[in-house]
């Protein structure tokens, strides 16, 4: 059995029982087998109300290859949101609806696209502001009360607070236990592989709540077991490996995370709309407030995606977990053509300059790069470092 | 060039005589008209001490930052302007080493690049609105930071849909908005000055339909005219009398020309062929409106000039303008702007359109396909030429000529 752990583990048994996602996470990944899901796209999609419909959220992850989109979209077109297209034209039968943001302008063709031409599977648009505020948060929970009208559609029948209040528990928990993780993953770089971190990251978006969360408690388990019992896995292991923080979008790149697990760096933080910017901040229900101001205030105010209007807010905020984690170098890593985050470079750039952090700027296709000259560029980075 | 030079060349052009003696070179009243005042606002934002100035996003209501006496500055009509005058290379490179990345707007980049080429006047505010586009939000945020003037960076955030409760926010937003600027310009608000502001953008409102009442039946126009060319006025102008003035004069101009129009009238002859224009166009000297004019086409109707809003209630200043900004046809749905052009369609009985598909911007572009796809229902095929705006090196010339000849072929085998 891949999860025993026992104290004669040497480092590399231990480390292949660590990264063995498939033997710690069998039942996540055969989880929506059969199930209604609901699919969305941004992470300012509350989870909660698609859990509260009798539904599973399925984060929409994009096809592997692009290739219906190209009639439908220009060249210069978010990569994502051309494989979202691309995976939504093939077989997605298990779908019941979709939830769109209006993250960006790309988001909003992208639910244009399937409203005119993928009729059969109904969509929402979820209006979420850019500002922050108490009438902003009004507002969105208006909005929040359409989107659970749209599932009350969908299902055929009435969410009750209660569900919705069971759902925001399950999501919390979720949550916490992602940070947790993410604490887990710093801890420990030489034994958990950044390619490992991001596919549980990966299968927290994509798999039955309930089911993951079981099996991450067990995996996490596991290791803090096996951090007590064996000496190979310790605190200390990080020794001089550069910390570096990775900042960008919707990066799920199973090639990068695997190139960068192979060279010399750990990922001490990242900022990034598949990993910290999906679980940070919980849903604070106090019971003052209605559940659905609970969880537009929670969306609104978790770490902000730059579509959002202060950009300030979010230098300050990246400027924070560099200096708390002590980060060496950041990887700043964006698809291609996405406005808000290329944006949002030229303000980073300045900000790393003044504080002396040298910074990487990479562009990519989705599921496209050329790996060798993308490792030559990453490894005179590291030699800089 | 930086702002010092083109404060001292304003200072010397947009002095009256020689300012009307350069109104007079152009043959149409309109574009005199349009180039005076084009001359004279640049003058009050690179001259005119004793009012801030404010940069502000195409769709942000203007006639508050007119309302508010503050002198209005549009950094992407001006990025328009560089690509006119010949420097767009030069401020497009500016951004590229600041970080921009090529992939982006070139409106956004190239006004990137004259700001930190000290091309622009110096802004005391900056509005920006997530209308349309998600870019000007963040590059005039960018600005505000440059200037060191982040407090007085204002995001008008309009929402998707237009409801009861939309209009709530964006109204108080608007109305916060003004209140934080008249309190940090140490201004009373002036509520009687901004009804004047709102009749007069209603004046101007009226003039406008008029003019593209006109056009349903114009095929003459005065030479070099091209409504294009309107954008300041049309979008910035607006609460002004020069606005008034100018659609005015449009007008008359445009009337008389049906007039001679309709004079001709009695051998039909060859007819143009109708083509309604979607998005902007380039900018800098290009053959596309002379391929056009060469193979017999008119641009009857350009959607960028379409009154999109009700008229506005003076007394009721705030939630007019939130209602102007939710009813444009570029915010919400695909299915808005669509609606919008299959009636202009009908309307100007077009024979086919031409989407000018600008490199980088995403909004248009990336419903280039609906378009296409409801325009065909009609019957009208549209052309969708991939280009730039600014940038002549973003553009493939060969590419396009050849695509228009083809396009045009086809209209014109069509009866």
């Not at chain 2, 549209?382 to 000849?405: P, Y």
Request: glycine share 6%.
């Amino acid at each position: 059995m891949m999860q025993d752990n026992k104290n004669s583990d040497s480092p590399d048994l231990l480390k292949s029982k660590i990264n063995d996602v498939q033997s710690f996470f069998k039942n996540t990944l055969s989880s929506l087998d059969k199930r209604p899901l609901i699919g969305w796209f941004c992470t300012y999609t509350p989870e909660e109300l698609i859990i509260a419909g009798g539904f599973t959220p399925l984060r929409i992850m994009g096809s592997k290859k692009i290739v219906k989109s190209e009639s439908y979209f220009p060249i210069n077109f978010c990569p994502y949101i051309k494989s979202s297209w691309d995976s939504l034209l093939s077989d997605m039968s298990n779908l019941k609806a979709l939830v769109f943001t209006n993250s960006c302008d790309g988001m909003r063709r992208l639910y244009d696209t399937a409203n005119t031409y993928l009729k059969k599977i109904p969509s929402h648009l979820l209006d979420v502001p850019r500002l922050r505020g108490e009438d902003s948060t009004a507002f969105f929970r208006v909005n929040l009360a359409h989107m659970k009208r749209f599932i009350e559609n969908t299902a055929g029948v009435k969410i009750r607070e209660k569900e919705i209040a069971e759902a925001v528990l399950l999501i919390n928990k979720k949550r916490r236990l992602l940070e947790k993780f993410s604490l887990i993953f710093k801890k420990f770089p030489r034994h958990i592989y950044i390619s490992t971190y991001y596919r549980i990251m990966e299968l927290s978006m994509t798999s039955e709540a309930q089911v993951f969360i079981d099996e991450l408690e067990k995996y996490l388990k596991f290791i803090e077991d096996s951090a007590g019992q064996n000496k190979t896995i310790s605190e200390t292991d990080r020794g001089s490996i550069p910390g570096i923080m990775v900042i960008g979008n919707f990066i799920t790149e199973e090639k990068l995370w695997d190139m960068l697990s192979s060279m010399k760096l750990r990922v001490a933080s990242d900022d990034l709309c598949i990993s910290s910017r999906y679980f940070i901040k919980l849903v604070d229900k106090d019971g003052s407030t209605d559940i659905l101001t609970s969880l537009a205030r929670r969306y609104l105010n978790k770490s902000p995606c730059m579509r959002m209007a202060d950009l300030g807010l979010k230098l300050k905020e990246i400027e924070n977990t560099i200096i708390e984690n002590s980060i060496e170098g950041i990887i700043f890593i964006s698809l291609k053509f996405c406005d808000t985050v290329l944006y949002s470079f030229p303000l980073l750039k300045e900000r790393f300059n003044q504080m002396g952090i040298p910074v990487l700027y990479l562009e990519m296709e989705y599921n496209n790069f050329s790996e060798g000259q993308l490792k030559t560029r990453i490894q005179a980075f590291l030699e800089m470092l | 060039m930086n702002q010092k030079y083109i404060k001292r060349l304003l200072g010397i052009i947009a002095k009256k005589p020689i300012l009307y003696t350069y109104g007079s070179t152009f043959s149409s009243v309109s574009d005199k008209y349009l180039n005076i005042f084009t001359i004279e606002s640049l003058r009050n934002a690179y001259s005119d001490n004793s009012h801030p100035v404010g940069f502000g996003s195409l769709f942000v209501p203007y006639e508050m930052l007119h309302a508010l006496e503050i002198t209005p500055f549009p950094p992407e009509v001006m990025a328009g302007f560089t690509a006119g005058l010949g420097i767009a290379s030069q401020t497009i490179k500016q951004s590229a080493s600041n970080w921009y990345s090529q992939d982006l707007c070139t409106f956004h980049r190239s006004a990137s690049g004259a700001l930190e080429l000290d091309v622009f006047p110096k802004p005391d505010f900056i509005l920006a609105t997530n209308l349309a586009c998600d870019a000007a939000q963040k590059s005039f945020y960018i600005y505000s930071k440059k200037y060191g003037i982040e407090k007085n960076f204002y995001l008008i955030d309009v929402p998707y849909h237009y409801s009861k409760e939309s209009l709530q926010y964006l109204t108080g937003q608007l109305k916060n908005i003004y209140m934080d600027i008249s309190s940090k310009t140490g201004r009373e608000p002036d509520y009687s000055k901004f009804r004047e502001i709102i009749s007069l953008s209603n004046e101007f409102r009226n003039w406008a339909v008029k003019v593209n009442d006109l056009r349903k039946d114009l095929t003459e126009y005065p030479p070099y005219f091209n409504a294009l060319n309107y954008i300041l006025p049309f979008h910035v102008l607006p609460g002004t009398e020069k606005a008034v003035t100018l659609y005015k004069h449009m007008y008359r101009e445009l009337k008389k020309y049906l007039a001679i129009q309709q004079g001709k009238n009695g051998s039909k002859g060859n007819l143009p062929k109708r083509i309604l224009w979607l998005h902007l166009k380039p900018y800098y000297k290009s053959e596309i409106f002379d391929i056009l004019k060469k193979e017999n086409c008119i641009v009857v109707f350009e959607e960028i000039n379409y009154v999109y809003w009700p008229e506005l209630d003076p007394l009721k200043p705030f939630e007019s303008l939130a209602k102007k900004m939710l009813s444009h046809f570029l915010g919400g749905k695909i299915d808005n702007r669509v609606k919008v052009i299959l009636d202009i369609a009908r309307e100007y009985k077009i024979d086919g359109a031409v989407l000018f598909s600008h490199w980088g911007c995403r909004q248009s572009n990336g419903g280039a396909r609906i378009i296409k796809d409801s325009l065909k229902k009609l019957g009208i095929p549209t052309l969708v030429i991939d280009g730039d705006c600014v940038d002549r090196n973003n553009s493939s010339h060969g590419q396009i000529k050849t695509r228009m000849q083809g396009f045009l072929e086809i209209l014109n085998s069509k009866t």
